[in-house]
């Protein structure tokens, strides 16, 4: 039961990452890059994972310790640098909060760990029904739509 609650939650994550963003055909690449604070703010207030737990007018910071205090990483380094914020993150944060909501996660140094026997967080987004690709796309949406979301 409690995998297909996590299931439904990363669906409903997408979707209302999805709606939030809406849809916008036909804009360019590379004008307006997702941050490693754009993502952090975009899936602690308004993914409707966190809800509860996240104030709707909490600050960049209190949105990364809520994430980081969870085992979901995002480094202080690239939050304030302003490091793109890639695909293959995305994998990585969607991956630790399925292992979080799943009770399945393992912590290292307070991260949420890679499972043994897996090569890579997208192969374990794959393999786990895992809409990492879409969730990306839709971070990257709100961005464009919005501008600077977390900086």
């Known amino acids: 039961m409690r995998f297909k609650v996590c299931i439904f939650s990363v669906v409903f994550f997408v979707l209302t990452l999805s709606v939030f963003a809406g849809v916008e055909e036909g804009s360019s690449d590379g004008q307006i890059v997702p941050t490693h604070a754009d993502a952090a703010f975009i899936i602690a207030k308004y993914s409707g994972l966190f809800d509860r737990y996240v104030s709707h007018d909490a600050s960049l910071n209190e949105c990364v310790v809520f994430l980081n205090d969870h085992g979901v990483y995002f480094g202080l380094l690239e939050v304030l640098s302003g490091k793109e914020f890639t695909l293959k993150d995305c994998a990585r944060v969607m991956g630790q909060i399925r292992l979080v909501f799943s009770g399945e996660a393992e912590y290292v140094g ?42």
């Not at 949420?112 to 809409?131: A, G, H, Q, Y």
């Open 110 to 151: 307070g991260k949420v760990k890679l499972p043994k026997d897996i090569d890579s967080w997208e192969t374990f987004c794959i393999m786990n029904e895992i809409r990492f690709v879409e969730a990306y796309e839709a971070i990257r949406t709100a961005v464009r739509k919005t501008g600077e979301i977390g900086r």
